[in-house]
């Protein structure tokens, strides 16, 4: 699907430049730019809509300056996701097991979000390949099917990372990835199988945007729904803390799907603010980054 979005809009720009340049080489290259960047509208629609719900929200208001940048970051790294690394790259870079200098170097799982696939990691792929950190990036299918179901793929890296590593793995999860990977938690005993889990603007408390899904995933995420409620449903506070401290959770206030900004937040866990960075930014901040993966180092699980 990405691919023939990406190579549609290709297309249409090229049509766009050739047809007109020689009536007008300025209004050719404008054409062809506004093709191009069409997307960058609908993100700047999200930004309106994210600002006006985040009024009531506990998270610091994001300054006029912050949501420019942010839009202006998101259509960038956008760009680079969903119209190169996902429809043409996303095997570029490949699982790192079975290697026998993997054991004793704690793992990574890669959890994706709706609309994305493994190719959305690449540059935390290429940060560990070649090291000694097992890895294992997802890319889970049905890509419009129930959260529930992921739970298999789920497993399965695990199993392998911890197989590779021979200790519980690290799992850093973008958006309804971190869902996916709390549905996999509720079976008994699976907590004690991770070291820690880190979620990426992740809608814990579904977002208000997800009232315009109409996938199965899509409506799971909104805001109230009956599944977000049973995936809370956990039998008693202790278990409810374990869980909790083993989370950490990245948000922003110019999250532009994700919102309001607190929904990405879990009562008990680490909750971690970042200001002025966008859905698909927040995951490539450097920042960020270097804070999850320097969980590879921490000793005890936790």
């Known amino acids: 699907m990405q691919q023939a979005v990406s190579l549609g809009l290709v297309g249409t720009a090229a049509v766009c430049l050739i047809g007109l340049w020689p009536y007008s080489p300025a209004l050719a290259v404008v054409a062809s730019a506004l093709c191009l960047l069409a997307y960058s509208g609908l993100l700047a629609i999200e930004f309106v809509l994210m600002h006006r719900i985040n009024r009531s929200d506990a998270a610091p208001r994001a300054r006029p300056t912050e949501l420019l940048g942010a839009w202006w970051g998101e259509t960038r790294v956008a760009a680079q996701v969903f119209a190169w690394r996902q429809p043409f790259r996303s095997n570029a870079l490949p699982d790192q097991l079975g290697d026998p200098g993997l054991k004793g170097q704690r793992g990574v799982v890669f959890v994706h979000g709706l609309l994305c696939n493994r190719g959305f990691w690449t540059p935390w792929l290429r940060q560990l390949q070649g090291g000694r950190h097992a890895f294992v990036a997802l890319s889970l299918e049905p890509a419009f099917g129930t959260i529930d179901n992921y739970a298999g793929q789920i497993e399965q ?69 009956g599944w977000l409620g049973k995936l809370a449903a956990i039998a008693g506070q202790e278990e409810k803390a374990a869980m909790a401290a083993r989370f950490t959770c990245w948000y922003s206030n110019c999250d532009n799907i994700v919102f309001p900004a ?25 920042e960020v980054m270097r804070a999850t993966l320097a969980m590879l180092a921490q000793g005890p699980d936790r």
């Not at 002025?276 to 901040?285: C, D, K, R, T």
């Open 157 to 225: 890296a695990v199993q392998q990372v911890s197989d590779a590593s021979g200790l519980p793995p690290l799992l850093v999860c973008h958006s309804m990835g971190g869902l996916a990977v709390r549905a996999w938690l509720k079976t008994p005993g699976h907590l004690s199988r991770i070291h820690h889990v880190v979620t990426l603007g992740s809608p814990h408390h579904g977002t208000w945007l997800a009232r315009f899904g109409r996938s199965h995933n899509g409506k799971q995420m909104r805001q109230g729904s």
């Open 262 to 286: 607190s929904t990405a937040t879990l009562q008990g866990a680490d909750n971690r603010f970042v200001s002025g960075a966008a859905h698909v930014q927040l995951a490539f901040l450097p």
